[in-house]
Structures are given as structure tokens and as C-alpha cells.
């Protein structure tokens, strides 16, 4: 499938359209977005961020810190919105679930919030992610990268990858709480940690990371068989360095395109959502005024609604490595980009 080297490719340039505040944490800290939208009040929904040494950020679609809790090692994280009926089916409304990587504790964390209460104290300014979690499950591995869902048969589920081995988790919550549902491996990779579910089309999207650089889907079933997966790309197509980031921006329920980062030639390549997932193109987030551009990127996450004036057609959101744009890191942050960019940047 792919040739013996590295591939050339056309890069196009984007420019940010905002930034946040650095991170707290010197060095390697600033790592994994997640997008929540706000479906009352699109404008006013939320990026929560993370400092992978520290804690969580919550910041506004102008990149503006809106909270940060200190929660420890939190690696990764990630968002799901789904409607809620309870016991006697009286229809509860939408609620919100956060799900995050805790290294320290070594554990998947979830927060959730219904949506009406959420947007209350959006509006009031006093909204905050609290520093213990609705509900919290210990790993059999070493905690690295998560990834929620919301799977038509095991209903709101999470991904945690592993550091330092190929081992999978599925674990799924329900009223009983979490369950793991099952491990399995992501090829024989020395590394995983970026992952996106689709769940419309209920496919895993994970990267490998180390001495391959892998993009693989896996397509779930319900009898949760993993054996096959397709390797989308790898080190000798379109990758360079690690697959550190993944996501996917729709363009209908089951359309749209898989994001990686490239972290070796630090650029985002796209990928047709579905099979045979075929390479579409690059870009690169430049400087723009008093914004430097991105580089080294770790986590990203994209969405695909009007939120406001900045984001008519959605927001990518990148982990920036080098955020004073030298070669020595200082202090991360996290850069924000109009997605209409990139679609008229790639000619889509």
C-alpha cells in the first residue's frame, strides 16, 4: 500500500484565528483538547484542555481561561453529549460527559453535567470542572490516552490506551457504573495514546507511536472482535514521526474526514472518513500577527458547527510544542483555527 519512504507532500498554510494562555507547567506539559458544544448557545461553548502535570483548562471560543482545577497528571481528554431518559423513561434531557486519562491515580475519570445547568453557570461566569469526578474506574494498565463514544448496542463508552505496551481497554457506564468490557491489543505497538470514536459509523480511529507511526481503524461489532484492523497510513505514506492527535470533523452523519497530526514535519493530515479511507491532504497552522504557529503537535480535536461569527463552519483546536515559536520550549498553550480555513485551504 504504501511506498518505501516517506512521501512528499503538498502542505497549504492556515493561520490561528486565537490562542490561550500558556499552560501553567514548564516544558512538555500542555497535551489534549476537547470540544464541547453548546447546543443552547453555540457561542458560548467551551475548550477544555489539558496540562498534563497539573490539571484541566477550560477556556472560551476566544481562547480565554474560563477555569483550570488542579487534578494531577490528567493526560488526555475528551467529550460526549447524549440525551438522558431515567428508570421510568420521563425524558431528562441532554447531559454532558468528560472523560480524562488520570496518570496519577491511574484511572479513567468521568465528570457529567446536564446541559441546562452547564449553560447556568456559563451564563453566570462561575462555571468549573471540580476537582472530583462523578464516577471513576481503576485501570489494569498504565493509563496514557482516552477516547469517549456513545455505541448504539454498549451505549456511552471510553478507550484507554496504554504507556509503554499495545493493550486496549473498552470500558462502558451505565447505571451500574463502569465496566470494562474487554482489552485487546492495537497491532503489537510499543505505544498508543490518540484516539477518536466515530460512532455514527462505529469505528475506532488509533494512532501507534514509536518506531512505526500507524494510523488504524477498527470497525466494533457486537461481539467486540478486534483481529482486523485497517491500517489507513503509516511512516512510509503520509506520516512523519508520530500520529500523536486524532479526530474527525463530519460533514453529515456519516461523512466527513479523519485529522491526524504529523508531529515530525508538524502538520495535520486528512483522511476520508470512511473505507477505504483514502488520503485527501495537508496543512499547517502558521503565524499570524502576534500569534506564532504551531508546532510538535500532541492532541487535537475538531467540530463541525456554527458557533459563531469566527467558526461558521467549525473550530480545530491544536496543542502547540513550541509555543514562543524557538527551539526551546517554555511554556505550551493551545491554538484555535477557523475550520473554514482549512476546507478553502484544501479546496473542499
Known sequence: MFSASFIDKDIQVVKPSYETPQVVSKGDAADDPAIWFNKSNPSKSLIFG????SGVY??????????????????????????????????????????????????????????????????NNN??????????????????????????????????????????????????????????????????????YDDENRTLFISEEQDRGILRAYNIDDELDFSSPIVIDNRSGYINGDPEGVTIYKTSEKEGYVIVSSQGDDTFNLYDRLSPYKYIGSFKIGHFKEIDGVTDTDGISAINFNLNNDFKRGLFVAQDGTNDGKLKVKRQNFKLVSFDEILKSLDL
Open 50 to 53: 489539558t496540562d498534563k502535570r
Open 127 to 196: 462555571f468549573n470542572l471540580p476537582k472530583k469526578p462523578y464516577i471513576r474506574a481503576k485501570s489494569d494498565v498504565e493509563v496514557y490516552g482516552v477516547c469517549g463514544g456513545y455505541d448504539k448496542t454498549f451505549g456511552l463508552i471510553a478507550f484507554l490506551t496504554a504507556d509503554g505496551s499495545s493493550e486496549i481497554e473498552l470500558w462502558s457506564y451505565s447505571s451500574l457504573g463502569l465496566t470494562l468490557l474487554t482489552t485487546f491489543k492495537n497491532g503489537n505497538a510499543i505505544q498508543s495514546e490518540g484516539c477518536v
Open 58 to 123: 477550560t477556556y472560551n471560543l476566544n481562547g480565554e481561561k474560563v477555569n483550570y482545577t488542579e487534578l494531577g497528571n490528567i493526560n488526555n481528554i475528551d467529550t460526549r453529549t447524549i440525551n438522558i431518559t431515567d428508570d421510568d423513561g420521563l425524558d431528562l434531557g441532554p447531559y454532558s460527559f468528560i472523560f480524562a486519562s488520570n496518570r496519577t491515580l491511574n484511572s479513567l475519570d468521568i465528570w457529567a453535567f446536564s446541559d441546562t445547568n452547564m449553560n447556568l453557570a456559563i451564563d
